[in-house]
């Protein structure tokens, strides 16, 4: 072994008196885990439960909608972005009506403005 590794090892010295005691009862009482079979998941099983988590969600996005067709999914999309655009557009009315207001009105604007960008958000 290198005299520089042989300078920095150290070897490990037993733990014993009252600290031994301590960590003895810490396992006996289960503050300790004894032994874990923790395996990290595996990225590609990651990807997988991802995958599987956002078809989860378009099931029950379907069946709390009651879409069961091919139409009825365009239908509810066709919905959804004539309600988005709405949204933005009225989001864009108040930007343009802040630029124009006074001071007090400005906050209220804002706030109402905030509330449009959380709907479009959800």
Not at 6 to 27: E, F, S, V
Not at 66 to 78: C, F, K, Q, V, Y
Request: proline content about 5%; glycine content about 4%; some cysteine.
């Amino acid at each position: 072994m290198p005299e520089q590794y042989k300078n920095a090892w150290k070897p490990h010295q037993k733990t014993t008196g009252i600290l031994a005691l301590y960590y003895y009862w810490c396992y006996q009482l289960g503050i300790f885990p004894k032994g874990t079979d923790y395996k990290p998941t595996s990225p590609l099983m990651k990807e997988e439960l991802r995958k599987l988590d956002e078809i989860t969600a378009q099931v029950r996005y379907m069946s709390k909608h009651n879409i069961s067709t091919l139409s009825d999914l365009h239908a509810d999309r066709e919905k959804n972005q004539t309600e988005m655009n709405k949204l933005i557009d009225y989001r864009q009315h108040l930007r343009n009506k802040v630029r124009r207001a006074t001071p007090a009105e400005k906050e209220k604007i804002r706030e109402e403005k905030q509330g449009v960008t959380e709907q479009i958000s959800l």
